[in-house]
């Protein structure tokens, strides 16, 4: 299957700290990404979808200047959480889709999550 | 909205036992898919399923797509300790988008 890196997979920040949150496609180019939040023993909760050169489409009840997203090319899109609090603390995780592979099938392809502890 | 609703939340069982995931929803799917995910990973896609009635075997799992592709299943044969995870189904539907059910927190126990 199409490979996704996240990276960090880890980071500790302390409070009023921004975090950048990577996300490339590496064998394959991705028009379309998506960033997910994840709780503890929940199931996925999808923030934004990430939109190659253009602005990126967010869901209802979560902030847009909160939760940066930048997609600048086939291959990348980045999360950052600006001035991140406590609450803030989650497992954030994106994926990608494959044109090519998947077509009407809406198969995404998920990185390994990162894990955010803010301080 | 579409909605997914998964049971059970969560399972435990002893190996060598057999179960049945579900996925339900009063809208209809163009495909969907289950995904496993260990802690602390992001979810693996285990398979797809875009036809009504379709059914899909990988191993010991069987998946098995509504007529009406509004539901489906997931079942594991002879569970073993490698199983444990968090099964999660996801409906695609307009705008590239997933809708994912709850998922279902399996525990085989040796």
Same mark, same amino acid.
């Given at each position: 299957?199409?490979?996704? &890196?996240?990276?960090? &997979? ?7 700290t &921004?975090v950048?949150i ?7 180019q991705?028009?379309?990404?998506f ?12 923030m ?12 209802q *009840?979560?902030?847009k200047?909160?939760f940066?997203?930048n ?5 990348l ?39 955010? &502890?803010?301080? | ?7 059970? @939340?969560?399972?435990?069982? @002893?190996? *060598? ?5 579900y996925c ?12 496993? @995910? ?23 799992l069987t998946?098995q797509?509504?007529d009406?592709?509004?539901?489906s299943s997931?079942?594991? %044969? ?8 968090l099964y ?6 307009? *705008?590239?988008?997933? %809708?994912?059910?709850?998922?279902t ?6």
């Amino acid at each position: 299957g199409a490979v996704v &890196s996240q990276h960090p &997979s880890r980071v500790i920040c302390k409070s009023g700290t &921004s975090v950048k949150i990577e996300c490339r496609s590496l064998d394959f180019q991705a028009t379309t990404m998506f960033w997910y939040r994840q709780f503890p023993k929940k199931s996925l909760m999808l923030m934004a979808t990430s939109n190659e050169g253009s602005k990126a489409t967010y869901e209802q *009840g979560v902030e847009k200047d909160k939760f940066l997203i930048n997609h600048a090319s086939l291959t990348l899109s980045t999360l950052t959480v600006t001035s991140a609090h406590p609450e803030d603390s989650s497992f954030y995780i994106c994926s990608a889709r494959d044109w090519l592979r998947a077509g009407a099938k809406n198969i995404q392809y998920f990185g390994a999550g990162t894990r955010l &502890s803010v301080l | 909205t579409q909605l997914l609703e998964q049971s059970p @939340q969560f399972l435990s069982i @002893q190996e *060598g036992e057999n179960l049945t995931v579900y996925c339900n929803s009063s809208s209809v799917f163009s495909s969907l898919q289950w995904y496993r @995910q260990e802690p602390g990973e992001g979810p693996v896609l285990l398979v797809t399923v875009v036809t009504g009635g379709e059914v899909k075997k990988l191993k010991r799992l069987t998946f098995q797509f509504g007529d009406a592709r509004k539901d489906s299943s997931l079942h594991i %044969t002879a569970a073993q300790t490698g199983d444990t995870g968090l099964y999660l189904c996801a409906g695609g539907g307009a *705008g590239n988008m997933l %809708t994912f059910g709850g998922g279902t927190r399996l525990m085989v126990k040796p």
